[in-house]
């Protein structure tokens, strides 16, 4: 007899507390929301914010030497070129495993908190601390870091076993690439939180709605075939 621990991984196994995964997700977007709403109130010096955003650029400004280099190890790291490429790679990966639901919630993350992005870039049309582009908030390397990583623990772990430390390494990735475009001066404190927040969000929030789906559908499933023996 096994316990819950060691019970075998199902397609759509993705969080162990199903509740607490969208008490988790709702955090993170509301937190997302929040930091939102000083950006379309004055994208230029965001209530409380903005105070906040110069106090953490002086401080990181200007860097080491060694801190840039990694900053642009971790640029790159970040960036399409190599994220793209990972995101198809694993799909790829769910599909020949055929896990339809695991592969629905990566792709699904995946676009929503593009989609999100997308939308908020140039409709805020912040402009970066150096200056070079209006399309600071949110930090898309922070989204996707946060997407990608969180995603990808959920996908290729089981809940069922310890994930001490997926999640560190996870959150470890998280933080080190936001630390790294603030570094880099070329996103505010602001804007890599708000992108991790909903990277975050969107991962554990669809992974825990498709998860709840799934489980409805088979509760249903087995209630009418209680119903059709009788």
Known sequence: MTTPTERPRRDGDLLRDLRRGLL???????????????????????????????WWRELVQPPSSWAESASEVLRFLGSGWVMVPLRLAVAAWLLVRRRWIDLA????????????????????????????????????????AAQ???????????????????????????????????VLDEHFLSDVIAGSLLGAGCAVGVAGLAQRRRDRRADGAYASGRESRK
């Not at 089981?158 to 475009?181: D, E, F, K, N, Q």
């Open 105 to 144: 919630v990566w792709l699904l993350a995946w676009a929503a908190a593009d989609l999100v992005t997308a939308v908020l870039k140039p409709s805020i049309a912040r402009m970066r601390p150096d200056l070079s582009h209006a399309s600071s908030f949110p930090s898309a390397h922070a989204k996707t």
């Open 24 to 54: 988790v997700a709702a955090i993170c977007l509301l937190a997302f929301i929040a930091l939102t709403v000083p950006m379309v109130v004055d994208r230029s010096a965001p209530p409380l914010l903005g105070a906040i955003d110069r």
């Open 148 to 182: 990608v990583a969180i995603a990808l623990v959920l996908v290729a772990t089981s809940p069922w076993r310890s994930r001490a430390l997926a999640w560190a390494l996870a959150i470890a990735w998280i933080v080190a690439m936001g630390l790294s475009r603030t």
